[in-house]
């Protein structure tokens, strides 16, 4: 299927006179292609990574792309003070949420009316889902309990419960000086690879994320942010509050070493939504660096379908746990 990018720069509400934007890029199904009423997800990234960790360069690593490759409408997002969106260096965690829900509604809002995409006619979405890796998780989290913007919400590799590290000898630590970041976020050998180069394949892609600096950055790539908000702290603490008032459709998914507590520690704390879990075999953290991602995308995938016509009045169980056992026989 043809797919279009689009980039915008999407006005969000910002201090008197000084009016904030989001970096967005939209990938679109060529309008020959679009289904009546297709589903809108939005991607955001995680803390030292923009929207481009959704569209990794080496063939086969673009999560938009295989989503909007079976009709959705992606829309990739920078949250306030990362990436290319604007610096906002006094913005608080609502504002960032206050910033996202605008944007979403903007994009939304510009396919219904025709003007957000020259030459593009109207389009109305059927529903609209937000799926977060890490920082962006707990973005999506407060988003969604604060506006509720989304019909369905997905937090990828985020701990509402207290990001753990994991330790290559056993165990964990809550602290960042004692992590060992490289063996967190990536699977298998890394190897020692040139930061300027152009990543041929997975391996040498992860190469080159360590090479640039993890958790801070030292140099750009297409997936980097050398900015990171400096309302973290307070996003988290926010998202640990405010995860038991989200009614909606959950996903929670973790790669098989990831930054979390157990994942039905997690899912205990959305005490007010229906909750689904899916653990990516074969990943640390960084789900999309990992050789089984696409795994994940196809449980994202019929997430996203699902909570198009989810109704929390009559939650059913049917649908829960189903992800895990599909994948582990696909896989045998």
Same mark, same amino acid.
């Given at each position: 299927?043809?797919?279009?990018? %689009?980039?915008?720069?999407?006005?969000? !509400?910002? *201090?008197?006179?000084?009016?904030?934007?989001?970096?967005?890029?939209?990938?679109?199904?060529? *309008?020959?292609?679009?289904?009546?009423?297709?589903?809108?997800?939005?991607?955001?990234?995680?803390?030292?990574? =923009? +929207?481009?960790?959704?569209? &990794?360069?080496?063939?086969?690593? =673009?999560?938009?792309?295989?989503?909007?490759?079976?009709?959705?409408?992606?829309?990739?997002?920078?949250? &306030?003070?990362?990436?290319?969106?604007?610096?906002?260096?006094?913005?608080?965690?609502?504002?960032?949420? @206050?910033?996202?829900?605008?944007?979403? %509604?903007?994009?939304?809002?510009?396919?219904? #009316?025709?003007?957000?995409?020259?030459?593009?006619?109207?389009? @109305?979405?059927?529903?609209?889902?937000?799926?977060?890796? =890490? &920082?962006?998780? %707990?973005?999506?989290?407060?988003?969604?309990?604060?506006?509720?913007?989304?019909?369905?919400?997905? &937090?990828?590799?985020?701990?509402?419960?207290?990001?753990?590290?994991?330790?290559?000898?056993?165990? /964990?630590?809550? /602290?960042?000086?004692?992590?060992?970041?490289?063996? @967190?976020? %990536?699977?298998? /050998?890394?190897?020692?690879?040139? !930061?300027? #180069?152009?990543?041929?394949? $997975?391996?040498?892609?992860?190469?080159?994320?360590?090479? $640039?600096?993890? *958790?801070? +950055?030292?140099?750009?790539?297409?997936?980097?942010? +050398? =900015?990171?908000?400096?309302?973290? /702290?307070e996003l988290l603490g926010a998202s640990a509050v405010r995860a038991g008032d989200i009614e909606a459709e959950v996903l929670l998914a973790v790669g098989d070493r990831d930054v979390t507590h157990p994942i039905e520690e997690e899912a205990a704390a959305f005490a007010s939504a229906h909750v689904d879990t899916f653990v990516l075999r074969e990943s640390a953290h960084q789900h999309n660096f990992a050789a089984t991602s696409e795994e994940l995308?196809?449980?994202?995938?019929?997430?996203?379908?699902?909570?198009?016509?989810?109704? +929390?009045?009559?939650?059913?169980?049917?649908?829960?746990?189903?992800?895990?056992?599909?994948?582990?026989?696909?896989?045998?």
């Amino acid at each position: 299927m043809p797919i279009e990018i %689009h980039e915008l720069r999407v006005p969000t !509400p910002g *201090p008197a006179g000084q009016p904030w934007e989001l970096a967005a890029t939209v990938f679109l199904p060529a *309008p020959s292609a679009l289904p009546a009423g297709p589903n809108l997800l939005a991607l955001i990234p995680g803390a030292g990574y =923009s +929207r481009g960790y959704f569209n &990794l360069p080496v063939p086969g690593a =673009s999560q938009a792309m295989y989503h909007a490759g079976r009709g959705n409408i992606i829309v990739t997002i920078d949250p &306030l003070g990362a990436g290319d969106s604007s610096p906002a260096q006094d913005a608080t965690a609502a504002d960032a949420a @206050a910033a996202l829900d605008a944007a979403v %509604h903007q994009v939304v809002g510009g396919l219904g #009316a025709g003007t957000l995409i020259p030459g593009l006619g109207p389009v @109305a979405i059927g529903a609209t889902a937000g799926v977060g890796h =890490s &920082l962006g998780g %707990h973005l999506v989290t407060v988003t969604q309990a604060e506006h509720g913007t989304f019909k369905g919400v997905g &937090l990828l590799g985020c701990s509402v419960l207290g990001t753990r590290f994991p330790l290559a000898g056993g165990g /964990s630590t809550d /602290s960042p000086a004692e992590a060992d970041f490289t063996y @967190a976020f %990536h699977w298998g /050998s890394v190897p020692e690879v040139d !930061p300027t #180069a152009e990543p041929t394949d $997975l391996a040498s892609l992860a190469g080159i994320d360590v090479a $640039l600096g993890l *958790p801070v +950055r030292h140099d750009d790539a297409p997936w980097v942010s +050398r =900015s990171i908000p400096g309302y973290v /702290s307070e996003l988290l603490g926010a998202s640990a509050v405010r995860a038991g008032d989200i009614e909606a459709e959950v996903l929670l998914a973790v790669g098989d070493r990831d930054v979390t507590h157990p994942i039905e520690e997690e899912a205990a704390a959305f005490a007010s939504a229906h909750v689904d879990t899916f653990v990516l075999r074969e990943s640390a953290h960084q789900h999309n660096f990992a050789a089984t991602s696409e795994e994940l995308w196809k449980v994202v995938d019929t997430f996203v379908h699902h909570s198009s016509t989810f109704d +929390r009045r009559v939650q059913s169980t049917e649908f829960a746990g189903r992800f895990q056992a599909a994948t582990e026989d696909e896989a045998e």
